[in-house]
């Protein structure tokens, strides 16, 4: 099984890439994860339809028809990390490759969310983008070490 992040934007600080690089090179021996910079629609003063479609038809062009998509959404399901520890242990044996979304500044295009298998809320905050990166892969890291018994999460 692959993992997958697909990201709309680029250019993020090098505090955003370190700490994303540090939680990927952690997790690379038992689940590999992919970040996929998509670049982000322009935006003027009315474009912004026009810039959340670019996006959307970006980011569909980065799935396949077998994946399993999950739109990280402050709207969506809120796991606590155990509980996604579960959810990614049976997306584990399923199989499926794991292709995780970040929408960019006014969210998903409507096929983008028609296509998505489910939605994720890591938080009932409204959280900026870099930091859903960090936030992500970090629970990503806490749901496979608790797979694996590893002392990293503590109750």
């Known amino acids: 099984m692959r993992v997958a992040l697909l990201a709309v934007g680029q250019r993020m600080p090098a505090w955003v890439r370190e700490s994303f690089e540090e939680y990927a090179k952690r997790l690379k021996a038992r689940l590999p994860v992919t970040l996929v910079e998509i670049p982000a629609g322009h935006r003027g003063a009315a474009d912004a339809a026009r810039a ?10 980065k799935v396949k028809p077998s994946d399993h998509v999950v739109l990280l959404d402050e709207r969506g399901a809120a796991r606590s990390s155990l509980e996604h520890s579960r959810w990614l242990a049976a997306r584990m044996r399923g199989g499926r490759d794991l292709v995780f979304l970040i929408g960019g500044p006014d969210g998903f295009a409507a ?3 028609a296509r998505a298998d489910e939605r994720w809320s890591l ?7 870099a930091l859903v990166r960090i936030v992500w892969i970090e629970q ?16």
């Open 52 to 61: 959340l479609a670019e996006e959307g038809k970006r980011l569909l062009a």
């Open 123 to 129: 938080s009932s905050l409204t959280l900026p983008h």
């Open 111 to 113: 096929d983008v969310v």
């Open 140 to 155: 990503m890291y806490r749901a496979v070490t608790l797979l694996d018994g590893h002392p990293y999460h503590r109750e």
